[in-house]
């Protein structure tokens, strides 16, 4: 099948058969089509969009793709979690050693970065020693032994995916329907999970800007999931603004071991019990969002959920005395706090924009093969909502030199938008999307 012909079929809005989703997806998972090929095709399914059966057949076609995962040789119910990217948003550092430390098996493959998002393998990257590549085998032995393993996804796990997430990450496809819901749903069906949560973002640091957006998106892969028979609750999440107060990829596993050592209170440890208790409900060791939490707490205030991440950062060849001395983690070159200026309420965030000042810090990909500085980023105390006095802390920028330092700043302050009157805080959570419907907050 020849890839011009789909392209062009695509570029008029056509629907694709399944032949010609087929020739694409083998296309992308055996690269015997060039980047630029595939790209353009992407480009015309972000401008002209997928049918719900197009998007089904691309998801089917990209978790045959490869292999799909058998888990079944670790014991009970392994619910997968995954998010569609924020900035700031570490939450898989903080639920997945919650949850193993509940007694529910976390066997979880993550992704990397994605335009102004970060990615949890680049995080888990910054951890001196810690490796992220497990073959399958042992991958499966490590959850069986201390019941959670996060990892990237093996080079047989739904190829596609791998080739056409590295291309959108650099041609400005990211932001699709039916291109984020074929890429985390392939992905999940083939890591071999019994049940999954997706946390859907939505609001200007997301993905999808809109909440309906955000609606569709999470109804989108529920019908996907159960059309697979795999159980899946997607819970809509405020992007607002940074879910942790950590942007950089050193500086957020930072973030993630002070909550779970419990000196970290706020949004990233909040939105982690919800996303957690969803988990700990469809892997049945909870009835009840209550008694979830509850579980949940006790994990966390017992430092069971610190040891969790230890041991696998431990597992995974990694030094994990890092998580009682943060400062093991790369350090940048430069530190510098940046003061508010002014008085007022925080009205609201480009958060985006707060991803990109990252990702020119060096903490994001401009191109495929650009390396990362696990060093940088910075931290930005400041909630929308907040009352600020000019001496406040606005931010602190961890760079690699000071023109890096200024140029944070400038893009910061220019993200961030001020008030002289009070402003509301936004809400963590706004749906939980199941196959039984939508629940609004
Ligand atoms: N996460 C993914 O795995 N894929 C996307 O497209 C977006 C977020």
């Known amino acids: 099948m020849n890839m011009i012909d789909i392209i062009t079929k695509k570029k008029f809005g056509g629907e694709l058969s399944q032949e010609e989703i087929d020739a694409f997806v083998s296309a ?30 691309l998801t089917l076609a990209m978790t045959r793709s490869g292999d799909v995962a058998d888990l079944s040789a ?8 995954h998010s569609t990217g924020g900035v700031g948003d570490t939450a898989t550092l903080v639920v997945a050693p919650l949850v193993a430390a509940c007694g529910v098996p976390v066997a979880k493959m993550s992704g990397r970065g994605l335009g102004h998002t970060g990615g ?36 047989s796990l739904a190829p ?21 819901a074929s890429s985390i749903m392939s992905k999940k069906l ?30 989108a892969m529920v019908q996907i999931g159960t059309l697979a028979r795999k159980p899946v609750t997607a819970v809509v999440t405020g992007m607002e603004q940074p879910l942790g107060t950590h942007v950089g990829n050193a500086l957020e596993v930072k973030d993630a071991i002070d909550v779970l050592a419990g000196r970290t209170k ?38 069971r959920g610190l040891e969790k991440l230890r041991q696998m950062i431990t597992a995974q060849g990694g030094d994990a005395r890092v998580c009682d001395d943060v400062r093991l983690l790369p350090q940048p070159a430069v530190k510098k706090t940046v003061r508010v200026g002014r008085s007022g309420w925080v009205a609201g965030m480009d958060t985006t924009a707060l991803g990109l000042a990252a ?44 023109a890096d330092a200024e140029a944070a700043e400038k893009a910061i302050r220019a993200a961030i938008r001020f008030s002289d009157a009070p402003v509301a805080r936004p809400p963590l959570w706004y749906a939980v999307v199941t196959k039984d419907g939508i629940v609004r907050a």
Do not use: W
Not at 160 to 180: E, G, M, Q
Not at 202 to 214: C, F, K, Q, R, V
């Open 120 to 155: 949890t393998l680049d995080k888990l990257e910054s951890i001196p020693g810690m490796r992220i590549d497990l073959e399958e085998e042992r991958f499966i032995r490590q959850v069986q032994d201390i019941g959670i393993a996060v990892i990237g996804q093996t080079g």
């Open 28 to 57: 992308a998972a055996h690269n015997t089509a060039p980047d630029y090929q595939l790209a353009a095709l992407l480009m015309a399914i972000r401008l002209n969009g997928m049918t719900p059966e197009e998007t089904t057949r």
């Open 190 to 219: 083939a890591s071999g999970a019994d049940a999954i949560v997706l946390d859907v973002k939505t609001g200007s640091g997301a993905i999808m800007h809109t909440l309906e957006g955000s609606i569709e998106l999470a109804q």
């Open 359 to 402: 990702q020119a810090m060096g903490a994001g990909r401009i191109r495929k093969t650009d390396v990362l500085d696990y060093s940088v980023g910075f931290v930005l105390p400041v909630r929308i909502g907040d009352e600020v006095r000019p001496e406040d802390e606005l931010c602190t920028l961890f760079a690699k030199s000071e």
């Open 74 to 81: 670790i014991p009970g119910v392994k619910v997968d979690k």
């Open 160 to 180: 596609a995916d791998k080739t056409l997430y590295a291309l959108r990450d650099v041609t400005a496809t990211v932001d699709s329907l039916p291109l984020i």
């Open 266 to 303: 706020g949004a990233l440890l909040d939105v982690s019990l919800l996303l957690g208790s969803h988990m700990l409900m469809l892997a049945g060791r909870a009835k009840t969002q209550a008694e979830a939490e509850a579980l949940l707490r006790e994990a966390l205030e017992s430092g």
